[in-house]
């Protein structure tokens, strides 16, 4: 049978969202909103994960699902391996959009900007911090390149592990990090009836500027 999607649908009613209680900085209203997702989504949510989307050379659009793993006012930050897809899509067009969605807060964010790679030292650091397994896992994925079979993945796996036994696990050169420098804010919370708030912010010579967009 199949699945009827035109009936699935929720009302949203659980807060608003006025220009006279959001802060004029999209970061400070940013942190408090992922704050709160990380203190109220349901596990196994996880309140950092967001959809990057990247455009290749021939103008394809991509998008994928990764972690968030630190922002500030530099920019957001993210880590992957830079011969992967989304790594040479970057390397060819450095305009990229992430969104958040928390479901249980009923809000979207919305980032778009430029993106470059991290200092190397930034991504040893975070390299650094992670287990073992993942750090031996960087060695053994060529992400996005084809394998015969899984088996192939875990013969490099236990290659890398043979290679580094007794000793640390350097970062490998395709991977470290790397920082979307926002130009565009969207900040959406689900209101009754379709009718929802939209806050945008628009950062100009370096200022932050922000509107109410129609839902």
């Given at each position: 049978?199949?699945?009827?999607?035109?009936?699935?649908?929720?009302?949203?009613?659980?807060?608003?969202?006025?220009?006279?209680?959001a802060?004029?900085?999209?970061?400070?209203?940013?942190?408090?909103w992922?704050?709160?997702?990380r203190?109220?989504?349901?596990?196994?949510?996880?309140?950092?994960?967001?959809?990057?989307?990247?455009?290749?050379?021939e103008?394809?659009?991509?998008?994928?699902?990764?972690?968030?793993?630190?922002?500030?006012?530099?920019?957001?930050?993210?880590?992957?391996?830079?011969?992967?897809?989304?790594?040479?899509?970057?390397?060819?067009?450095?305009?990229?959009?992430?969104?958040?969605?928390?479901?249980?807060?009923?809000?979207?964010?919305?980032?778009?900007?430029?993106?470059?790679?991290?200092?190397?030292?930034?991504?040893?650091?975070?390299?650094?911090?992670?287990?073992?397994?993942?750090?031996?896992?960087?060695?053994?994925?060529?992400?996005?390149?084809?394998?015969?079979?899984?088996?192939?993945?875990?013969?490099?796996?236990?290659?890398?592990?043979?290679?580094?036994?007794?000793?640390?696990?350097?970062?490998?050169?395709?991977?470290?990090?790397?920082?979307?420098?926002?130009?565009?804010?969207?900040?959406?919370?689900?209101?009754?009836?379709?009718?929802?708030?939209?806050?945008?912010?628009?950062?100009?010579?370096?200022?932050?500027?922000?509107?109410?967009?129609?839902?």
């Open positions: 049978m199949p699945l009827s999607l035109a009936q699935m649908r929720r009302n949203y009613t659980l807060d608003g969202l006025q220009e006279a209680s802060p004029d900085d999209p970061w400070q209203l940013f942190g408090q992922l704050q709160q997702a203190d109220t989504e349901q596990a196994p949510v996880e309140a950092n994960s967001m959809l990057l989307a990247t455009v290749d050379r103008g394809r659009p991509h998008c994928r699902v990764l972690l968030l793993k630190g922002f500030s006012e530099a920019g957001l930050t993210f880590f992957g391996h830079y011969q992967s897809a989304k790594g040479q899509e970057l390397a060819a067009n450095p305009h990229a959009a992430m969104t958040f969605f928390w479901p249980g807060l009923e809000r979207q964010v919305r980032i778009e900007g430029q993106v470059s790679r991290l200092a190397p030292g930034l991504s040893d650091a975070y390299f650094d911090s992670r287990s073992r397994a993942s750090q031996l896992g960087a060695w053994a994925s060529p992400q996005s390149h084809p394998l015969a079979n899984r088996a192939q993945l875990d013969g490099r796996l236990a290659q890398a592990t043979r290679r580094f036994d007794g000793q640390p696990v350097p970062r490998p050169e395709q991977w470290g990090g790397y920082c979307l420098q926002p130009q565009h804010m969207e900040f959406w919370q689900g209101r009754p009836d379709r009718l929802h708030d939209r806050l945008d912010y628009r950062l100009h010579q370096g200022v932050w500027a922000r509107y109410r967009l129609a839902p």
